[in-house]
């Protein structure tokens, strides 16, 4: 049983140069692409930024490092021991430098020795011959197919498994065959639910004879990167296990299922839960890679059949939390399940099916005790979204049922699912989150540069556990620290600050980084949770995997170093302050620096990046904070990245503490004013004073353009209106000039505190009113004789409506 470690597909490319600054070394690929448990490899790593390669950094035990034999600039060939007790599958590495940390690549262990594929093996008739139990390391070109001829009995089992797409070099979507002599497929796999794109596939001979396993990428196409690894042996590979999950702890009998049988074993399962859990056999020959498995606090429910009824439901003793698990065996099976649970319950359903390798679409339902529905759900597990998962609330006490079913109705012997019925289980844990575009390894390593420091930040994830929390990093580098102590009760997340001494000597540790309580009666034990992207093209999630440990080095010296300069005042709640940072350069340095805000103080917002430009020393981040702001004292630091010509470069400044307070006072929106264009007004503030200060304030309106004149005022802490005056011009705007607000920056020890108030103020610009026309002069004719004034003219006869028409008609029929 083993825990699958965190991989990456894609690394970046960075211009390389001599540096003895620390840096950032790429990692593209390795050759092999595995080896075997037990053995020495010969293995030749690729990337860029190479030459002052120092170790391999491993997250699984049984590694080792046995000898660097050759460094170049963009490859390193080294000697590698694998333990026997390291279990099949991919497994986590790094490159380390003297100047930097890589980002992750796996490393796949298998059970057989490897053999190279030798071309050319691309005809049936010609094909390469292998022996039983031998991984195939080998290459699909373009339009490529691979033969590998083998020899079996009659009776004797032949597995196949390709490790393509999980290697991580490319959308490799591999297609594989067994044939016998006659050119008949025996067995075929393209995709499988449990390996997505990557195929596996069984036989067992019907005859003596030569065999031909045959690999190609499904629609003939392939590269440069289409590497696979080939495992060809007398394995059992089964596709899901049955109950696939169990209580931490708790010894548990499973059973594996295959496309053509099942075998049992009863395994002890670890104390801890682990999302990343695979199971392997014990008794059989195990398979190249595990199956997923659950492992949970709660304990299992398992279907007792007949069950397909609601009147015959699987009765569970013990409510929420609990996993009901069961196999849809037959086309047209349903499972029911009868569960206690209480009023007011919040109960999240998951089922988890395809993400276990079953081939089952699910849709779950629940309902009370009269058959009245209270939820449903078909797709909606997350990427693997065939699972369900959904959300009721348990309205009273009392038994209720809940179903599940294929959705297309279908069914067999591998058709396995596991729902968990969770409501309020403690939980705690952290990750740092991602903090770039499709890259979810970017900056997910602790890379310390001697005399320096390196910082993330972490989001904590709280589940019914409250409290405070302290940090708990054992075996860290020699020389280094980490300067973060708590995770306060009432943060949502924490920077994590490391540091090295100047001293420092270079090396590595892969640190199982927990939160401990503080206090003795909690029991529970926060752990790393970071999820990283291990197969992705563009916004197409293949792979992810889940760490609990962080890769911690230290590494040579930065050409820079950064501080912030303490404020000489608080920030206060509806407030700005400007932050100041100030790199301090090595001799000749002189790049442009990026700048990253880890973190800020609850309340408080600023963009999370400056750069500080080539050949200068500093730039500003403005603070700017909300009206809940409280009093407290916060550390902050910021971390600088360059590319100095070798990679990036990281160093973090020390922490630097930033005072936050309440208001000095307050004051709503200013009614809205107007004002003729070209004239005059005064705007009116009523402040409201929440605590004194002493000396004079200065307060001004701000957010007008410059063509309007607004003449600031001085307070006092006995002000209790402020009135500005405003002049306009004629070039002054007509319209509203919205979202104004007064600036008051209150005298306190050390400088001005910078408050905005009366937030919202309106002032509206009229236009000039236009006078009225003078009234004409009269005109009177001269010696003419006055006439009479003219008869009016008749009034048009009033047009009549249809119904007056129709009246006065019948009013006239009547004379």
Not at 87 to 111: D, E, W, Y
Not at 119 to 134: C, G, L, Y
Not at 312 to 337: C, M, R, S, W, Y
Not at 760 to 783: E, Q, T
Request: hydrophobic content about 35%; aromatic content about 8%.
């Amino acid at each position: 049983m083993f825990k699958l470690r965190n991989l990456t597909l894609t690394t970046a490319a960075l211009l390389s140069s001599t540096s003895l600054f620390a840096a950032y070394p790429t990692f593209n690929g390795t050759k092999p692409n595995g080896g075997q448990r037990g053995t020495e490899v010969k293995l030749t790593v690729t990337g860029e930024r190479l030459d002052d390669f120092e170790s391999l950094v491993f997250f699984s035990p049984g590694f080792t490092q046995k000898s660097v034999d050759k460094v170049e600039k963009n490859k390193v060939e080294l000697t590698v021991g694998i333990a026997p007790e390291v279990l099949p599958g991919n497994h986590l590495m790094r490159i380390r430098t003297k100047t930097g940390i890589s980002h992750a690549r796996q490393f796949f262990v298998g059970i057989f020795p490897n053999v190279d594929e030798k071309e050319p093996n691309s005809d049936f008739d010609a094909p390469q011959v292998i022996q039983m139990n031998q991984t195939v390391e080998g290459i699909v070109t373009n339009e490529d197919v691979d033969y590998y001829k083998i020899s079996l009995k009659k009776g004797q089992r032949l597995s196949v498994e390709v490790d393509g797409l999980r290697l991580g070099y490319t959308v490799f979507d591999p297609f594989l065959a067994i044939i016998d002599k006659d050119r008949f497929e025996k067995v075929i796999s393209d995709d499988t639910i449990l390996h997505r794109q990557d195929g596996y596939c069984s036989y067992v001979a019907e005859e003596d004879g030569d065999y031909t396993v045959m690999i190609r990428e499904s629609s003939y196409r392939g590269g440069g990167n289409s590497f696979y690894r080939l495992h060809v042996g007398g394995y059992r590979r089964p596709d899901v296990v049955y109950p696939a999950g169990g209580k931490i702890g708790s010894k548990t009998k499973v059973r594996f299922i295959e496309r053509d049988g099942s075998f049992e074993e009863e395994v002890q399962l670890p104390a801890e839960t682990d999302p990343g859990y695979m199971i392997y056999s014990k008794t059989q020959e195990p398979a190249p890679s595990g199956n997923p498995f659950r492992l949970v606090s709660f304990d299992n429910a398992l279907e007792a059949e007949p069950n397909d009824e609601q009147a015959k439901a699987t009765p569970v003793p013990a409510g929420a939390p609990v996993a009901l698990n069961g196999i849809i065996e037959k086309p047209g099976d349903v499972d029911f399940f009868k569960v206690p649970l209480k009023k007011g319950m919040s109960l999240e359903i998951q089922t988890f099916a395809q993400s276990l390798g079953s081939p089952l679409d699910s849709v779950v339902n629940v309902y009370n005790d009269k058959g009245g529905s209270l939820g449903a759900n078909d797709d909606g597990g997350g990427r693997r979204r065939l699972d369900s998962k959904f959300k009721v609330n348990i309205p009273a006490d009392g038994e209720y049922v809940v179903r599940v079913t294929d959705h297309l109705e279908r069914g067999g012997p591998n058709f396995v699912y596991r729902m968990e019925l969770v409501a309020a289980v403690p939980e705690l844990y952290f990750a740092s989150p991602q903090f770039t575009v499709n890259d979810t390894h970017y900056r997910q390593f602790i890379a310390i540069p001697k005399g320096g420091r390196y910082a993330t930040l972490v989001n904590i994830s709280r589940n019914n556990v409250s409290g405070d929390f302290k940090f708990e990093v054992p075996n860290l580098p020699q020389g280094a620290r980490l300067l973060t102590e708590l995770a306060p009760k009432d943060l949502g997340n924490v920077p994590l600050l490391f540091e090295a001494a100047p001293d420092a000597p270079l090396g590595h540790q892969t640190v199982p980084l927990k939160l401990q309580p503080v206090d003795p009666n909690t029991t529970i034990t926060g752990k790393l949770r970071q999820e990283f992207d291990i197969v992705r093209s563009g916004n197409v999630i293949y792979y992810t995997e889940i760490e609990d440990r962080l890769p911690v080095a230290v590494v040579e010296e930065a050409p820079y170093s950064l501080e912030i300069q303490k404020p000489a005042v608080p920030l206060v709640a509806s407030g700005v302050l400007d932050l100041k940072v100030v790199a301090k350069r090595k001799e000749g340095f002189k790049n442009a620096i990026r700048v990253f805000m880890i973190w800020k103080s609850p309340g408080v917002s600023c963009l999370g990046e400056q750069t500080i430009p080539e050949g200068q020393n500093e730039c500003v981040f403005n603070l700017d904070a909300n009206g809940a702001v409280g009093d407290g004292k916060w550390n902050y630091t910021v971390m600088g990245e360059v590319d100095a010509g070798n990679g990036r470069v990281y160093n973090a400044s020390p922490f630097t503490e930033v005072s936050t307070t309440t208001a000095y006072l307050t004051a709503p929106a200013i009614p809205l004013v107007a004002v003729e264009q070209g004239k005059e007004t005064v705007m009116i503030a009523k402040l409201e004073h929440v605590k004194p200060f002493e000396g004079k304030a200065k307060a001004q309106v701000l957010g007008v353009p410059d063509t309007i004149e607004i003449e600031p005022a001085e307070i006092t802490k006995e002000t209790k209106e402020v009135a500005f005056k405003v002049k306009t011009t004629d070039k002054s705007p007509v319209g509203k000039q919205g979202n104004l607000f007064v600036r008051v920056d209150v005298p306190v020890a050390g400088g001005t505190t910078a408050h905005r108030v009366a937030m919202g103020s309106i002032l509206r610009i009229d236009a000039p009113r236009k006078a009225p026309p003078a009234p004409a002069a009269p005109v009177v004719a001269a010696n003419k004789p006055k006439e009479e004034p003219k008869p009016a003219a008749p009034a048009a006869p009033k047009p009549l409506s249809r119904l007056e028409q129709l009246r006065q008609e019948a009013a006239g029929g009547k004379k």
